[in-house]
């Protein structure tokens, strides 16, 4: 059977390829997370369950931290790790997510809010991190948590 | 029955029976209380509510009382001061530190103030009543406040005294000192509260809320505190707190039980290697338990157990805190002595084996040695590299408690480190058994070459060449020294400290200086962080987040219309003084007209013009300024309630966060430079912009000329984007960081440089920390010294302790008084050159002032303003005690510092004479120097201010620096001072306890002793003719003693000749009468010869009684049977002979105990020694140990031996090898062991050395 000139099996062969092509495309177009996002993601579930673990490996050699108690400083990479969980291990958080990320950038950031309860009343803080690329790997440069 | 003996025996085993018992019961009840609190909980919530409120209202009562008890105190000490003394003096003073205090006549004019910003008074300070109580709000501060009346020169005044309780704002800095009742109440009662000041009605949402209304004993309501109702949860965790404390306690208690037990245990092991590996186990074992459990960090809260001063991932966390860093170095310490201890006094057997095996032992212990400096390195390299403390830059000569933790932290590490590598040391010289000295050199040398070696091997080793040689230098001197030296001491541990020292500091200064060096790409790329994006998200937040900000809304609501303190709160505390450096706050009513504001360098001049009909969350615009030409980027937010605008909050900011371009950065406001660089002091970091073409700008006194920036563009373009330099400039050698600039930041390049530091920097490092260093061990020393006082009470005051306490008297104390007169001095000098630099900034203001007056016809504040330009000083201009002008409108108008003139300075200079004057000043917890000038300017009175919190004054030398040059030199000058008269002393007194020491064994009966020391002049002499008279009272004693044993042979043998002769001559008789009658046939033979025969037996039988009477005569005399020490007799006996022979007594126990003759004891021992010193032996070890039901001695020497034809005869009356000797020594010693049911015998011989085996019963003698 001929259909202007393409044949049953052609055309079916057609609409197989701009099928794939079709499927192909619109995974494509699914935004597919940067790396920045992936980091910020295993931040936001370490803040969220208090495990400094899940993003400790990030950390800058350097990484500036200021905290809602205490002179904010540039700390190695060993002291941001028992910093960030001893804060945590005082205002155990109940909630975390990022309501910003932004990336593309020299400096990609991102900022939420973290509910916590300390000593049995609730409180709340905003948090920001920002990263810095150090050898083609993001890492951890700074965290305010205010 | 219960038995109390059987109970005292094993009292331990019931104690630790109680504690475990004790730790299952509370395991037991703590569910119980739990549900017994929750079924209880609504009757306890209710009287907990009541109880709070009761502390509430009682806390107020009592500041009113406390505040009015000062009140009246103040009052009194005005009414008492002098007419000539103002009142400043009395409100400044120290006694008023942390109140505020006003003085207002009867007008209501402020005559005096302390502490008190504000530039318009609450009308409640006015309408209050007498001694009741009230609540000040200021913008920034609430204070609990009473007021009184004063009568003073025949006027009346109001005093108000207020207690600040409430700091509104809070600054991201380590001079802010934060005041909160609000705070202190929720970390007390551990519930969320609320002080809302006035007397209006607070209204109650939340179910869970409570209120209670604070009156004043006037009955005038001040407030209302709102809390949160406790939560059962709270209360719950509070009793599984208090539960799990006196659990712990008990485990500890059960802890120190087992120690005692294990004590007695460890008594019992005769292996005193075994005895060592087991505490080594212990101490780690509770170190790993403590950490575990949190101990003692969960007590002690606090900077100690802070990480944010230091904290290392090493060990799983188990230095996660200084304290915890503490408690592990103390605990390796404390394995590191027992290691010490154990190598110190290890056997010759320990070291015997074959060559091979010693050689490879060796070996090995080398690779330990160098691989304990590369532990040694990292551990202070994480000392430096994970601490936020600043080991060289503190700012104080003692230093806080946190960092004095980690001083001593440093010089523990240093001790662990020293005492190991000693006794590395020690243990190879002893495996190599080398004698000669320079065996030991070519040993020294070898070492210095495998150090070299190693390094080179390593891909980065720790320290450098200079730490690696000290460290082999002085650990091997020591090792040498105490190898050679005879006798121990406790006190070789301040030595040990002393070494320890040294070394930590200059490992700690090297690496502090790789730190600094390493800051520099950071603080590089901190410069050229492209911050646009991240600054106008924050700006665009914070703008949103303030609109929303309830007590803005009621402020709003209030009517209020000065918002410049309340913006200047706003900023302080939000994120943005720890992100951008430029900004502007501005509160703006409906009309967008300013209300308030608060600007941080920022330049912007023209108001943004918005566009009030867009109904959106906020707007934002990117403008120019035309002025300074600097981008701006503005956020405008909506405030509004119930839907009703109020008005806006605008928060304009440059965004491009270029640092070069700021005004100034004060680090009292903004914790900005230290986010910069915190390891280098910033105002010692030079930082320069080079554009395409020239220097664009630069940071620091710095100036680049051409060739400088020819320089360094090429040596980028040859060595790459990032590069370390070493140049000149000015003069000055600095190391300098050149790093490429993006292209689309600008391109070109940025340097940021750092003085090369000389030898006086290294030596101030230095001296500082080790005057610190210098304190802990003086007082380690003195804590050791008051331990073995006892020891040492003889010794306190003996020829050698009076010569050292007078060496150091003479040296020490003019070393101390002039250290104290030259601080004094340097001090005084410093205030002469603070005041000087500052007055003369004041007069070049004051000089520019009446000079562009006069000749110019600028507006006031415009002549102003150049002159702040031109002669680049922050001041401020007062008239008729006011502020007239500022350069720093910030400050002012956000209350950080008052409008009206300081009170001292209106006293002193403003109401009288006089001309100038020099003050004390805060901000906050910064404190600084402030001058003030009274000058005319255009026929008007005004006074200039300019202080050292915002205009540089650099002195030559700061109090701080004489303190750390004075102090540290002057200590390290101490130690050594020490140190040296210790050996001096030690030199000097030898001859004078040589022959103590031989004048006693003298004394002691031992002729044999000979003082050998060599020395020029009286000594020698003394010595000399001490010997000689030792020699001839040995001969005479001799010579007597032959003598008196000829007279008693004599004596005797005249006697039994005597008594002999006596029963003899009757029997001659006898005889001869017998023969006679024979002869003469006489018929009365028979009966003469029974007369005859019995006269003779009757002779024979006195003879035979002679004989038994002289065989008793010569028995040995009576033994003295007493509990004596044998360790401590031993101990006697080796003092005897410390000059002749290395005599060392090893015994594991603090005392053995046996029944037995002390006198003979100690002349046996004598006797076996001296045969050791005569067969030439240069080593002997006395070992006792206890055996089931023996003492044993095993004295071995290293002599030629005993013959092996003589082995059986030794013990053998009258037999000797010697010329001179009586041969009765070994022979009395075994009689009396064995008197004593014990033995004396030669365990082995050779020419090696002979070994003698003592066993004495421990019931011997009973």
Request: with cysteine.
């Amino acid at each position: 059977m001929r259909l202007s000139g393409i044949t049953y099996r052609n055309s079916v062969r057609l609409c197989l390829l701009a099928f794939f092509v079709f499927t192909l495309t619109i995974n494509g177009q699914s935004k597919k997370p940067s790396e920045e996002e992936k980091i910020f993601r295993q931040i936001e579930e370490g803040i969220g369950k208090s495990s400094v673990d899940k993003f400790s490996g990030y950390f800058l050699n350097k990484v500036f931290i200021s905290l809602a108690t205490g002179t904010p400083k540039n700390y190695s990479a060993n002291q941001a790790y028992y910093v960030i969980k001893n804060f945590l291990g005082i205002h155990n958080p109940t909630g975390f997510k990022f309501d910003f990320i932004s990336g593309g950038t020299a400096n990609p950031f991102a900022w939420g809010e973290l509910k916590y309860i300390k000593n049995g009343m609730k409180g709340k803080a905003k948090v920001f991190i920002t990263l810095i690329n150090e050898k083609n790997q993001w890492k951890i440069s700074q965290i305010t948590i205010n | 029955m219960f038995n109390i003996q059987r109970l005292l025996k094993r009292k331990y085993f019931f104690l630790g029976g109680i504690f475990v018992l004790a730790i299952i019961l509370l395991g037991i009840i703590e569910p119980v209380l739990l549900k017994r609190n929750e079924a209880e909980w609504g009757t306890t919530l209710e009287s907990r509510v009541k109880e709070l409120k009761w502390e509430i209202t009682s806390f107020y009562a009592g500041n009113e009382k406390d505040l009015n008890t000062k009140l009246s105190s103040l009052i009194s000490g005005i009414e008492a001061k002098k007419e000539s003394e103002g009142f400043s003096s009395i409100l400044n003073s120290d006694e008023w530190k942390g109140y505020s205090i006003l003085l207002l006549d009867s007008y209501g004019w402020t005559v005096a103030f302390s502490n008190f910003n504000e530039n318009i008074f609450p009308l409640n300070i006015y309408n209050s009543k007498p001694g009741a109580m009230f609540y000040v709000q200021t913008a920034l501060i609430d204070y609990l406040a009473v007021t009184g009346k004063l009568n003073y020169g025949g006027n009346s005044y109001t005093i108000v005294l207020g207690l600040p309780v409430e700091k509104k704002y809070s600054l991201n800095t380590s001079y802010f000192e934060p005041v909160s009742l609000t705070d202190d109440f929720t970390r007390k009662y551990q519930t969320k509260f609320e002080i809302h000041p006035g007397t209006e009605e607070v209204k109650i949402v939340d179910g869970r809320e409570q209120s209670v209304a604070v009156f004043n004993s006037a009955n005038e309501k001040i407030a209302t505190v709102v809390f949160e109702t406790p939560t059962l949860s709270v209360d719950q965790e509070k009793i599984r707190e208090v539960i799990s404390l006196l659990q712990l306690i008990f485990l500890l208690a059960l802890i120190i039980v087992l120690l005692i037990k294990l004590k007695d245990w460890l008594g019992k092991i005769s292996s005193r290697e075994v005895q060592s590996l087991i505490v080594i186990l212990l101490i780690a074992g509770f170190r790993v338990l403590f950490f575990i459990f949190e101990i003692p960090t969960r007590f002690i809260s606090g900077e100690l157990s802070d990480a944010t001063f230091f904290s290392s991932a090493f060990g799983f966390g188990i230095v996660r805190s200084p304290l915890d860093l503490f408690l592990t170095v103390l605990s390796i310490l404390c394995i590191t002595i027992i290691v010490y201890d154990l190598v110190r006094n290890a056997g010759d057997e320990f070291f015997a084996g074959n060559k091979t095996a010693r050689y490879t032992a060796g070996g090995v212990i080398i690779v330990f040695y160098f691989l304990l400096l590369r532990a040694f390195g990292a551990s202070i390299r994480s000392v430096v590299y994970d601490s936020t403390l600043k080991y060289f830059k503190d700012p104080f000569l003692i230093p806080d408690p946190t960092l004095f933790v980690m001083h001593i932290n440093v010089l523990l590490i240093g001790l662990s480190v020293v005492l190991l590598a000693v006794s590395s040391l020690l243990l190879f010289f002893r495996l190599g058994g080398g004698k000669k000295k320079y065996y030991f050199l070519f040993l020294f040398v070898v070492l210095q070459v495998l150090g070299f070696i190693y390094d080179i091997i390593q891909s980065d080793p720790q320290g450098s060449n200079f730490t690696r040689s000290f460290y082999i230098i002085f650990t091997y001197a020591l090792a040498y020294y105490i190898l050679t030296k005879k006798t121990k001491s406790v006190f070789e541990y301040s030595i040990f400290l002393v070494i320890a020292s040294f070394l930590s500091i200059i490992l700690l200064n090297h690496y502090n200086k790789r730190l600094e060096r390493t800051s520099l790409p950071a603080t590089a790329q901190e410069f050229l962080r492209g911050n646009e994006k991240l600054n106008e998200f924050i700006a665009i937040q914070t703008a949103v987040q303030f609109s929303r900000e309830n007590e803005l809304i009621e402020r709003f609501r209030s009517g209020e219309n000065n918002f410049d303190p309340y913006s200047f709160k706003l900023w302080s505390e939000s994120v943005l003084p720890r992100e951008i450096l430029s900004l502007h706050i501005s509160i703006l009513d409906t009309r967008l007209n300013e209300l308030g504001h608060y600007d941080y360098n920022f330049e912007n001049h023209n108001p943004i013009e918005w566009d009030t009909k867009k109904e959106q969350d906020y707007q934002v615009k990117n403008i120019e300024d035309p002025y300074s030409g600097n981008l701006v980027f503005a956020v405008l937010a909506p405030v509004k309630h119930d839907d009703v605008l109020l008005g806006y909050v605008e928060i304009a900011i440059h965004p491009l966060n270029n640092y070069f371009n700021r005004k100034q950065c004060y680090n009292i406001l903004s914790s900005y430079n230290q986010r910069l660089n915190s390891t280098v002091d910033f105002s010692q970091l030079i930082a320069f912009l080079i554009s395409d073409r020239d220097i664009a700008s630069s940071i620091g006194n710095i100036s680049l000329n051409q060739s400088d920036i020819e320089y360094f563009r090429g040596k980028l373009k040859s060595e790459g984007d990032e590069i370390y330099v070493s140049r000149k400039i000015e003069g000055k050698s600095y190391l300098i960081f050149l790093q490429k600039n993006k292209p689309e930041l600008g391109g070109g390049f940025i340097g940021v440089a750092l003085r090369t530091r000389d030898l006086t920097v290294d030596l101030f490092d230095f001296f500082k920390v080790f005057f610190i260093h210098s304190l802990l061990i003086l007082a380690f020393t003195i804590l050791l010294f008051i331990f073995r006082i006892k020891l040492l009470w003889k010794t306190l005051f003996n020829f050698r302790a009076r010569l050292l306490y007078s060496l150091i008297i003479i040296s020490i104390v003019p070393l101390f008084l002039s250290a104290l007169y030259f601080k004094s001095l340097v001090e005084e000098k410093n205030q002469d050159d603070v005041n000087y630099k500052l007055q003369r900034r004041a007069m070049q203001i004051e000089r520019y002032l009446q000079n562009y007056f006069s000749e110019s016809s600028l507006i006031q504040n415009e002549v102003f303003d150049k002159a702040h330009r031109d002669l680049g000083s922050e001041f401020t201009l007062y008239e008729n005690d006011w502020i007239l002008y500022t350069t720093l409108p910030g400050f002012y108008k956000s209350a950080l510092l008052p409008y009206a003139l300081n009170s001292f300075v209106k006293e002193n200079i403003s109401d009288k004479e006089g001309k100038q004057v020099l003050i004390d000043e805060n901000i906050d917890g910064y404190k600084f120097k402030s001058f003030y000038l009274k000058t005319n300017y255009g026929g008007k009175s005004i006074i200039i201010n300019v202080n050292s919190a915002f205009n540089e004054v650099n002195l030559s030398l700061s109090n701080l620096e004489v303190d750390i040059f004075l102090f540290g030199s002057y200590s390290f000058a101490a130690v050594m001072i020490i140190l040296f008269s210790s050996f001096l002393a030690g030199q000097i007194s030898k001859p004078i306890r040589e022959l103590t020491r031989a004048t006693t064994a003298v004394a002691a009966g031992d002729l044999d002793v000979k003082v050998d020391y060599r020395d020029k002049g009286e000594m020698n002499n003394l010595i000399e003719g001490f010997n000689e008279m030792v020699e001839k009272l040995k001969q005479s004693q001799l010579e007597l003693a032959e003598f008196e044993r000829e007279t008693a042979w004599k004596e005797m043998a005249r006697q039994v000749a005597h008594e002999i002769k006596n029963p003899l001559t009757p029997m001659k008789l006898s005889i001869q009468q017998l023969v006679a009658s024979y002869n003469d046939k006489s018929p009365k033979f028979n009966s003469i010869f029974e007369k005859v025969t019995s006269t003779i037996i009757g002779q024979i039988e006195t003879l035979s009684k002679i004989a038994s009477e002289f065989s008793a005569f010569a028995r040995m005399p009576k033994l003295k049977i007493e509990k004596v020490d044998v360790k401590k007799i031993c101990a006697e006996a080796v003092s005897l002979f410390d000059s002749d022979l290395h005599i060392k007594v090893a015994c594991g126990y603090e005392a053995v105990e046996v029944m037995a003759d002390s006198d003979h004891l100690k002349r046996s021992l004598i006797n076996l020694i001296r045969n050791s010193i005569q067969a030439g032996a240069r080593h002997m070890e006395i070992k006792i140990t206890i055996t089931g039901e023996n003492i044993e001695l095993r004295l071995a020497d290293d002599g030629s031996g005993i013959a092996k034809e003589n082995i059986e005869r030794i013990f053998d009356d009258n037999f000797t090898t010697r010329e001179k000797g009586m041969g009765l020594g070994l022979s009395m010693a075994k009689k009396y062991f064995e008197s004593i049911k014990g033995s004396i015998s030669v365990a082995r011989t050779s020419g090696k050395g002979t070994e003698f085996l003592i066993i004495i019963p421990k019931t011997a003698g009973m």
